[in-house]
């Protein structure tokens, strides 16, 4: 799968913005895309699909960072130990925010992290190796003050 304009990293709509996870071969990015869209089916969150899993195209455009997958996987996601599932997905999201596995910088108690993809400048959320990520991004989901660009998650 060599297709210039995308990276190596996984996408997930989460009610109107998507957030892009990014990270080493291994690190988990498919794992978390899984659990956030069953995260949805348990109630846990109002809305997530998938948008991309291993390949990601990702597009500046008018201010704002467009994800999609490659035509050739689009719908499908790896699931360790079963194989490339067909999955419902969105062909396209407005991303607000980057989540990073296995960051070498991420920190117990961070600052306000951004990523800057194609000049657009996102938040950012590192998560060290062997962490769960899940917990910290269902908290970050829910931190009313994580900016007006945030992906916001609300049960209301």
Same mark, same amino acid.
């Given at each position: 799968m060599n297709d210039?304009?995308?990276?190596?990293?996984?996408?997930?709509?989460l009610g109107a913005?998507?957030?892009l996870?990014?990270?080493p071969a291994g690190s988990g990015k498919s794992r978390l895309a899984l659990a956030l869209i069953q995260a949805t089916n348990a109630g846990r969150l109002p809305f997530a699909r998938l948008i991309a899993d291993d390949r990601v195209r990702l597009e500046a455009h008018h201010g704002?960072?467009?994800a999609?997958?490659? /035509?050739?996987?689009?719908?499908?996601? /790896?699931?360790r130990?079963?194989?490339?599932r067909r999955v419902a997905h969105e062909p396209v999201a407005v991303v607000g925010l980057v989540v990073d596995l296995a960051a070498p910088d991420s920190e117990r108690l961070p600052a306000s992290q951004k990523a800057a993809i194609d000049?657009?400048?996102?938040?950012?959320?590192a998560v060290a190796s062997g962490v769960d990520p899940l917990p910290a991004v269902l908290a970050w989901l829910a931190t009313p003050d994580a900016g007006p660009e945030a992906v916001k998650m609300s049960k209301k």
């Open positions: 210039p304009a995308s990276v190596h990293a996984c996408a997930v709509l913005r998507a957030i996870i990014r990270g704002r960072l467009l999609r997958a490659p /035509e050739t996987i689009a719908g499908l996601i /790896e699931v130990g079963l194989g490339i000049g657009i400048a996102l938040p950012r959320l």
